[in-house]
């Protein structure tokens, strides 16, 4: 990413800072942004107004679109890819009220 590119995306960053959800992938760890982003000082600003409030989902599990294009890939890229599925996450959090049972919010429907 250019320079420039790099603070109007900060500037896009600042602006929605604290006023709502985002949801951001990368397929790059946070060591990497600096090199990403061509200015490790900007990769630092982005990395601490995201993850002031952050819940961060690592995925290390097998990719779901190489897994649906599983026999379009070269026979060397197929036989060294994790194509197995990723364990089930553990719940986190309050467990569920009333053992977890559907319950709506209108106690008239069941």
């Known amino acids: 990413m250019t320079s420039s ?4 995306f900060l500037q896009r960053i600042n602006a929605r800072d604290e006023k709502g959800a985002m949801i951001l992938t ?3 760890g946070f060591a990497e942004w600096g090199e990403v982003f061509g200015d490790p000082v900007v990769a630092t600003v982005l990395l601490d107004r995201l993850l002031h409030h952050a819940v961060v989902v690592q995925n290390e599990g097998a990719s779901d679109r190489l897994r649906g294009h599983a026999d379009l890939m070269p026979d060397y890229t197929r036989s060294h ?3 197995t599925p990723p364990p089930p996450q553990k719940r986190r959090g309050r467990p569920p009220r009333n ?4 319950h709506t ?4 429907i069941r």
């Open 5 to 8: 590119g790099a603070k109007l």
């Open 26 to 28: 990368s397929n790059r």
């Open 81 to 83: 890819a994790a194509m």
């Open 99 to 102: 053992g977890g049972l559907n």
């Open 105 to 108: 919010a209108d106690p008239r």
